[in-house]
Structure formats: C-alpha cells, structure tokens
C-alpha cells in the first residue's frame, strides 16, 4: 500500500527583481509504500530540496499533487498546515534544529506540548525512545551540553514521539562525524525495520546506501533509480557510485 503519492510534481519560481521564471522541477513523479526507506540523491540544483519542502509541507507546488494516505496535503489550507505537519510527519534536520534554551526532554516532547497532549501520554511515548535511542541519562542535559550524534539522536526522538506517516529527513548525517553517522544510519535501520517510513534527502553515498530504494533527481525530475534488494550495503554503494557518475557526466541512465 502506497502512503505517499506524488504525481506530476512542477515548481517555478520567478525571481524578485528580474522577473525570471526558475523551473525547480518539471515533472517529479513516484509513489512510497508503507514502511519503505528511501533516499532522495541529486547534485545541488537538482531540485531535491524543493522536491522536499513540497512533501514537508513546507512550499506548495505550481501544480501536480502529494498524496499522503490519499490526503492531498497541496490543498491543506495554510491555518491547518502547522497542525497538519506535527500531527502526520517527523522531521530530522542537518543541523538537528533543537531550543538551546530547552534541555533535550523539553525539545523531544515539545510537538505534543504545541498539540495539547496530557503530561502522563507524553511520559509514556518518550521513555520508550528514549531508551531504544540510548539518551535516557541525557533528557535533562541542554543542546550545548551534549555531542552532535547525542544532539542528533535527540531529533529523532523528537520526530518519532508523534507517531508520524513519514519521517523527512534532510542531510541527517551531514554535521556528524564517521563514528557518529554510523550510529544514526544502524539507529535509521532499526527504526525502518520496526515499520517507520523514512524518506531522505542526502548527499551521502554512504547513508544512501542504507536505504531500500534510491531516487535520482537531475534537472527537476527522477532521472534513475535503485532497488537495494538483496545487494548487501557495500555492493548498494557501489551501484549508487556508479549511478552518481552516469549523473554527473551526463550519461545515459541505466
């Protein structure tokens, strides 16, 4: 069963002064069944970012439609957006986009505080993460207090404790160090495996080759794509490198 549908995705910009007209994507089109993972690669401009803004919620396309359990979140009016997005995605950012000023339980449980869950559900969904992701001693340390892989696996907590469709995850590896980014990819496995969809947006050959399927983005539309099957992940590197030189060289697809 697919849970997210994109069906002829286009978006253009026109620039501010010149009046410009920026095609981001011209034809973006595929589906996303329930409990896949995949990964979203392309070079910068592809338009994998503005592909990604547009399944957060976050942008609205020229036209075409997004499907997420047969919803079409492109019509969601925008005074139902914000409710819509805590309720339906989780999200897990480069930067790890925690409150400084919040100690890590604060920053995990504040998408149920904005939506009014009781205090004692709350307590009930995080120590269950909280333990499977290994920060229980962590909950009350601040952001600056903590590692960027701690900072990192507090995000996460923070986008699964509403039970989300689908979880957007944007570069998640890309402040993190080796040791750390080996982590959150075996964290990203575990989580999958559990029956969470994730869809990530990466530049990363090697996070990219912990997802079940690969998606290829060149000039605003899916130029390729891998099945993982049953190629194990260091095969699957290889086939995404090879697909990201056919990418940037300009050959045909395969």
Same mark, same amino acid.
Not at 46 to 56: F, M, R, V
Not at 209 to 232: C, P
């Given at each position: 069963?697919?849970?997210?549908?994109?069906?002829?995705?286009?978006?253009?910009?026109?620039?501010?002064?010149?009046?410009?007209?920026?095609?981001?994507?011209?034809?973006?089109?595929?589906?996303?069944?329930?409990?896949?993972?995949?990964?979203?690669?392309?070079?910068?401009?592809?338009?994998?970012?503005?592909?990604?803004?547009?399944?957060?919620?976050?942008?609205?396309?020229?036209?075409?439609?997004?499907?997420?359990? $047969?919803?079409?979140?492109?019509?969601?009016? !925008?005074?139902?957006? %914000?409710? =819509?997005?805590?309720? +339906?995605? /989780?999200?897990?950012?480069?930067?790890?986009?925690?409150?400084?000023?919040?100690?890590?339980?604060?920053?995990?449980?504040?998408?149920?505080?904005?939506?009014?869950?009781?205090?004692?559900?709350?307590?009930?969904?995080?120590?269950?993460?909280?333990?499977?992701?290994?920060?229980?001693?962590?909950?009350?340390?601040?952001?600056?207090?903590?590692?960027?892989?701690?900072?990192?696996?507090?995000?996460?907590?923070?986008?699964?404790?509403?039970?989300?469709?689908?979880?957007?995850?944007?570069?998640?590896? $890309?402040?993190?160090?080796?040791?750390?980014? !080996?982590?959150?990819? %075996?964290? =990203?496995?575990?989580? +999958?495996? /559990?029956?969470?969809?994730?869809?990530?947006?990466?530049?990363?050959?090697?996070?990219?080759?912990?997802?079940?399927?690969?998606?290829?983005?060149?000039?605003?539309?899916?130029?390729?794509?891998?099945?993982?099957?049953?190629?194990?992940?260091?095969?699957?590197?290889?086939?995404?490198?090879?697909?990201?030189?056919?990418?940037?060289?300009?050959?045909?697809?395969?």
């Amino acid at each position: 069963m697919a849970i997210l549908e994109v069906h002829s995705l286009k978006k253009i910009y026109t620039t501010r002064f010149a009046g410009n007209q920026i095609q981001a994507l011209s034809d973006v089109s595929f589906s996303v069944k329930q409990g896949e993972y995949i990964a979203i690669m392309g070079e910068s401009g592809s338009g994998k970012t503005t592909l990604l803004n547009i399944l957060a919620a976050l942008d609205k396309p020229t036209s075409g439609m997004v499907l997420l359990n $047969g919803k079409d979140i492109t019509g969601i009016p !925008d005074r139902e957006m %914000s409710a =819509f997005r805590r309720d +339906n995605l /989780g999200f897990v950012f480069q930067d790890f986009n925690l409150l400084d000023t919040f100690n890590l339980m604060d920053n995990i449980l504040l998408p149920l505080v904005l939506s009014g869950t009781p205090y004692q559900e709350m307590r009930t969904r995080l120590l269950p993460i909280a333990a499977k992701l290994g920060i229980n001693d962590l909950l009350n340390k601040f952001p600056y207090e903590v590692s960027g892989g701690q900072k990192q696996r507090a995000a996460v907590a923070r986008a699964l404790i509403t039970k989300p469709q689908l979880i957007l995850a944007d570069e998640p590896t $890309g402040a993190l160090d080796s040791r750390s980014t !080996d982590e959150l990819l %075996s964290l =990203f496995n575990e989580i +999958n495996q /559990g029956g969470q969809t994730i869809l990530m947006v990466t530049h990363s050959t090697k996070a990219a080759s912990h997802a079940g399927r690969v998606l290829f983005i060149k000039d605003g539309t899916v130029f390729h794509q891998l099945y993982k099957g049953e190629s194990t992940t260091e095969e699957m590197y290889q086939k995404i490198s090879n697909a990201l030189t056919i990418l940037t060289t300009g050959g045909a697809k395969k």
